[in-house]
């Protein structure tokens, strides 16, 4: 089984989602997981979220999203 590391982490769920959809575009797979402490569904997309990617892309990944205007500051 492949292991995913944390390469982003972001305030909300939108924003995760913007980096994910950077990752994807990138060729590059990713997930986005409520934060620990947030795992409740009654908080829907409020919260923070991890970003992660296979171990294998984690160095691509946190260098394109610390290269994106607004992003890199999660990172």
């Given at each position: ?11 909300n769920e ?13 060729g ?15 908080f829907l997309s409020?919260?923070?979220?991890d970003?992660l ?17 607004g ?5």
């Amino acid at each position: 089984m492949e292991e995913w590391v944390k390469v982003a982490a972001a305030p909300n769920e939108t924003l995760a989602l913007v980096m994910k959809g950077l990752l994807d575009e990138a060729g590059i797979p990713a997930l986005v997981r409520r934060g620990s402490g947030f795992d409740v569904p009654d908080f829907l997309s409020a919260g923070p979220r991890d970003v992660l990617v296979p171990h294998l892309f984690a160095a691509e990944a946190r260098e394109l999203l610390g290269d994106t205007t607004g992003l890199g500051s999660w990172t």
